[in-house]
């Protein structure tokens, strides 16, 4: 069973910078589109960008040239860098693996959807 592992957030000021980091652990073949999202209590999960296999990304509106999302098949990472922070950044970060295969025990290749982070709280205030 594939696991995400995000690493920690933080409390960061207005302007600042902040790395996520996001580790996959268990046994796969192949890994497919993965994102990042955030959420703000009270409000529903929004996607903020993502990266396909072919490296195609997506940026929301709002985290556009500011945020960069980068992937690493070999390590079985994916990162999203957050440059020049708001306070209307701050929201628990969910990354998210939004399809992966694996080989069952009968050598049949399965596919999984939608594989979710533990999330990790990030804070932008002076």
């Known amino acids: 069973q594939v696991q995400l592992v995000e690493s920690a957030g933080g409390f960061v000021e207005p302007g600042g910078s902040l790395r996520l980091s996001c580790a996959v652990s268990?046994?796969?073949?192949?890994?497919?589109?993965m994102g990042w999202y955030r959420q703000v209590s009270n409000k529903a999960r929004e996607l903020v960008a993502s990266i396909t296999l072919q490296r195609d990304t997506y940026y929301a509106d709002s985290v556009k040239g500011r945020f960069t999302i980068s992937r690493d098949d070999v390590k079985r990472t994916f990162a999203l860098q957050m440059n020049s922070l708001k306070p209307e950044d701050t929201a628990v970060y969910y990354c998210?693996?939004?399809?992966?295969?694996?080989?069952?025990?009968?050598?049949?290749?399965?596919?999984?959807?939608?594989?979710w982070g533990q999330g990790t709280q990030v804070t932008v205030s002076s």
């Open positions: 268990g046994s796969l073949f192949r890994l497919y589109t």
């Open positions: 998210k693996l939004e399809k992966y295969t694996y080989y069952d025990s009968d050598a049949i290749l399965r596919t999984i959807t939608d594989t």
